[in-house]
């Protein structure tokens, strides 16, 4: 069964900025696209950032590009979500999930199976 936990989030001023993990295990990264996802109360789980298995094709959601970047680190078996300018509506608790595909990844959470228990990122004054 395949395993990802999620850390690094917390509570941020406006501004600030935070570095989420997700290691993942019983699984390589040269097979599996992975994408960060977020879920605010009341609201949908949407799709953040995604990195491709074969070429590390990264994708970002328009909320967050230019602020967010994600990245991986095969060896350590761990992607990486930096989030930079931080505000208000990012907070929520950030999940990384597991996709079995050589394709380009997509930001769509149901093309993903495996999931991380997920992180909280407030962000608040």
């Known amino acids: 069964q395949l395993q990802l936990v999620e850390s690094g989030g917390g509570l941020v001023q406006p501004g600030g900025s935070l570095r989420l993990s997700c290691v993942v295990s019983?699984?390589?990264?040269?097979?599996?696209?992975i994408g960060w996802f977020r879920q605010a109360p009341g609201k949908e789980r949407e799709g953040v950032s995604c990195?491709?298995?074969?070429?590390?094709?990264?994708y970002y959601a328009d909320s967050v590009k230019d602020r967010f970047t994600i990245s991986r680190d095969k060896a350590k078996n761990t992607v990486y979500l930096q989030m930079n300018s931080l505000k208000p509506e990012d907070t929520a608790v950030y999940y990384c999930?597991?996709?079995?595909?050589?394709?380009?990844?997509?930001?769509?959470?149901?093309?993903?199976?495996?999931w991380g228990q997920g992180t909280q990122v407030t962000v608040s004054s």
């Open positions: 019983k699984f390589t990264l040269d097979y599996y696209a």
């Open positions: 990195i491709s298995s074969d070429d590390g094709s990264t």
């Open positions: 999930a597991a996709e079995n595909t050589f394709r380009l990844c997509v930001l769509s959470p149901y093309d993903y199976n495996d």
